[in-house]
């Protein structure tokens, strides 16, 4: 049980080229997500796919595109990367816990290694 | 929009003393209140979680926190810090998923945990 899983680990990439990240997870979650993590700014949510065949829009969605591939696969591509996305990015999944009375709570996530992406 | 509020950017103790890290939300309504960790070039671990019940919640590693309604905050606690604790602490809030903005995580921006042996 590998959890949550991405690739590369580290990339450098000149401005303007572009670039897909992968991430999967082998919980059967029905839920995913992409953060960066800037220095200063804790974790942005970039994108999140609530289900498979779904995504939404998180806090910093510009200059990325998403695709939930399948339940296990989610990726984050960056058409024309830009110095500014220069980051760390987590992959997550996470799904429903059911609380009491036949509530549904939330959501306690689990992150992937990281991805360091450098921007020339 | 809720947001998270981490006061302390930068915390310096010796090996056993005792640690408490600040936390802060802004949300009416209920809220699920997490505290993740981050180990030297690792990824995110949870540390604990509250969703409802006992407001003082224990987390692995000798971690606790206490949700305080009408303060609005979840402060993490530790009666004696350890060297393997040197870390950055992330405070997190989500909506339950009943509500209309579920399943997003805001995060705090971090407190970095610096333990002197």
């Known amino acids: 049980n590998a959890g949550v899983t991405q690739t590369p680990k580290f990339q450098v990439l000149k401005t303007g080229q572009s670039m897909t990240l992968q991430c999967a997870q082998d919980m059967n979650h029905n839920s995913m997500y992409w953060y960066r993590q800037d220095p200063g700014m804790g974790l942005r949510l970039i994108y999140y796919s609530a289900s498979e065949g779904t995504t939404d829009k998180g806090e910093v969605p510009n200059g990325y595109n998403v695709s939930r591939l399948n339940k296990r696969e989610f990726s984050l591509r960056l058409e024309s990367a830009a110095p500014s996305q220069t980051s760390v990015y987590f992959c997550?999944?996470?799904?429903?816990?059911?609380?009491?009375?036949?509530?549904?709570?939330?959501?306690?996530?689990?992150f992937g290694p990281g991805t360091r992406l450098t921007v020339l | 929009a809720q947001s998270v509020s981490q006061h302390n950017h930068h915390v310096i103790l010796s090996e056993a003393a005792s640690l408490e890290l600040g936390c802060n939300y802004s949300y009416g309504g209920t809220v699920n209140l997490f505290w993740y960790v981050q180990y030297p070039g690792q990824h995110l671990q949870l540390l604990l979680k509250y969703f409802s019940g006992d407001p003082l919640v224990k987390g692995i590693k000798g971690f606790e926190a206490e949700f305080i309604k009408s303060k609005f905050s979840f402060n993490l606690r530790k009666p004696s810090v350890q060297w393997s604790d040197t870390a950055e602490y992330f405070c997190a809030v989500s909506l339950p998923f009943s509500s209309g903005s579920a399943r997003q995580l805001t995060f705090g921006s971090g407190t970095q945990l610096t333990v002197l042996p």
């Open positions: 997550a999944s996470s799904e429903v816990l059911a609380g009491g009375s036949g509530a549904v709570w939330g959501n306690e996530q689990f």
